[in-house]
């Protein structure tokens, strides 16, 4: 069996993500969209929430599954039995971050491919960070992510709003 990792944060999974992991399941017999527990970023969706909203997403997808992991990506790869680790692309900084991890990677783990797929044109403004502050303002994302997703955003929103909290992201639209 061929299978794949396709690792990310999903702080909110979009449309751009669930693209590219459709997209790896026409390559792959199974792709795992495996959902970092500790992302180097602040994070506005738990743990619980990101993975329950990804297989919302993937539910009619047999296929695709949905986990939660934990430390070294490779690892995680290496005992799940994946031959290979799914990155999507989408701008030309993203191409240079993946080149030098698909290096580093392929240093821990010479036996597991990196796959870059390549966004479609239709998600290259789609970014997770674009899709919280959007949200946060009180802006319309459904165009971005599924309407359950946006439901989710809405009242995350309304509870730090409640409590006259934001979640601090360091990335801007309004810069």
């Not at 994070?43 to 695709?64: D, G, H, P, S």
């Not at 701008?91 to 783990?109: H, I, P, T, Y």
């Not at 970014?127 to 502050?133: A, Y």
């Not at 959007?134 to 992510?145: C, F, K, Q, T």
């Given at each position: 069996?061929?299978?794949a ?39 506005l ?54 080149f ?21 044109e ?54």
């Amino acid at each position: 069996m061929r299978r794949a990792v396709y690792p990310a944060s999903l702080d909110p999974i979009h449309n751009g993500h669930i693209d590219i992991a459709l997209r790896a399941s026409r390559i792959f017999d199974e792709v795992i969209v495996a959902i970092y527990d500790m992302p180097k970023k602040k994070v506005l969706l738990t743990l619980e929430e990101r993975v329950l909203l990804a297989k919302r997403a993937f539910a009619e997808q047999k296929n695709i599954l949905v986990a939660p992991y934990s430390g070294l990506t490779v690892n995680y790869a290496k005992q799940e039995g994946a031959m290979a680790l799914i990155r999507g692309l989408r701008v030309f900084s993203d191409f240079e971050f993946e080149f030098r991890m698909g290096l580093a990677n392929k240093q821990l783990a010479p036996e597991i491919e990196t796959v870059a797929i390549m966004t479609d044109e239709k998600h290259l403004h789609i970014s997770s960070s674009t899709i919280r502050e959007i949200a946060e303002l009180g802006g319309d994302v459904r165009s971005m992510v599924p309407g359950f997703v946006a439901d989710k955003l809405a009242e995350r929103f309304a509870e730090l709003h409640a409590n006259h909290s934001s979640p601090g992201y360091m990335i801007s639209i309004r810069d």
